[in-house]
Protein backbone atom coordinates (compact mmCIF):
# COMPACT_ATOMS: atom_id res chain seq x y z
CA UNK A 1 0.00 0.00 0.00
CA UNK A 2 1.19 3.31 -0.69
CA UNK A 3 2.10 5.63 2.45
CA UNK A 4 -0.44 8.78 2.63
CA UNK A 5 0.69 12.04 2.34
CA UNK A 6 -0.58 15.34 3.69
CA UNK A 7 0.20 18.47 2.42
CA UNK A 8 -1.09 20.84 5.68
CA UNK A 9 1.09 23.16 6.99
CA UNK A 10 3.46 21.50 9.80
CA UNK A 11 2.71 22.28 13.00
CA UNK A 12 6.26 23.37 14.06
CA UNK A 13 6.46 25.88 11.52
CA UNK A 14 6.80 29.37 12.50
CA UNK A 15 4.45 31.07 9.94
CA UNK A 16 1.53 30.05 7.83
CA UNK A 17 1.85 28.61 4.12
CA UNK A 18 2.18 31.74 1.70
CA UNK A 19 -0.71 32.75 0.20
CA UNK A 20 -1.82 34.63 -3.30
CA UNK A 21 -1.43 37.71 -1.38
CA UNK A 22 2.23 37.14 -0.09
CA UNK A 23 3.09 35.70 -3.79
CA UNK A 24 1.92 38.95 -5.35
CA UNK A 25 4.13 40.71 -2.99
CA UNK A 26 6.91 38.85 -3.43
CA UNK A 27 6.36 39.55 -7.26
CA UNK A 28 6.32 43.10 -6.79
CA UNK A 29 9.42 43.03 -5.05
CA UNK A 30 11.10 41.37 -7.40
CA UNK A 31 10.30 43.55 -10.24
CA UNK A 32 10.45 46.91 -8.33
CA UNK A 33 13.81 45.91 -7.20
CA UNK A 34 14.76 44.91 -10.71
CA UNK A 35 13.43 48.22 -12.12
CA UNK A 36 15.46 50.45 -9.06
CA UNK A 37 18.68 47.89 -10.76
CA UNK A 38 18.12 49.48 -13.91
CA UNK A 39 17.65 53.13 -13.31
CA UNK A 40 21.11 55.39 -14.05
CA UNK A 41 22.76 57.11 -10.75
CA UNK A 42 21.15 60.74 -11.41
CA UNK A 43 18.15 59.09 -11.79
CA UNK A 44 18.50 57.55 -8.27
CA UNK A 45 19.33 60.99 -6.99
CA UNK A 46 16.26 62.56 -8.66
CA UNK A 47 13.75 59.81 -6.69
CA UNK A 48 16.41 60.47 -3.20
CA UNK A 49 18.42 57.37 -3.53
CA UNK A 50 22.16 57.19 -3.26
CA UNK A 51 23.82 54.06 -5.56
CA UNK A 52 25.09 52.68 -2.11
CA UNK A 53 21.21 53.06 -0.96
CA UNK A 54 20.08 51.21 -4.02
CA UNK A 55 22.66 48.50 -3.39
CA UNK A 56 21.22 47.57 0.24
CA UNK A 57 18.09 47.40 -1.43
CA UNK A 58 18.31 44.92 -4.37
CA UNK A 59 20.33 43.03 -2.48
CA UNK A 60 18.20 42.14 0.01
CA UNK A 61 15.87 38.48 -0.74
CA UNK A 62 12.57 38.82 -2.36
CA UNK A 63 10.81 37.74 0.95
CA UNK A 64 12.71 40.49 2.91
CA UNK A 65 10.60 44.05 3.24
Known amino acids: AMPTVTLSAS???PRP????????LWLRRIRT???LAALH???????G???WDLRAEI?????RA
Open 59 to 63: DKPFW
Open 11 to 13: PAS
Open 41 to 47: PDQLRDI
Open 33 to 35: RRA
Open 17 to 24: AAGPFVLR
Open 49 to 51: LEP
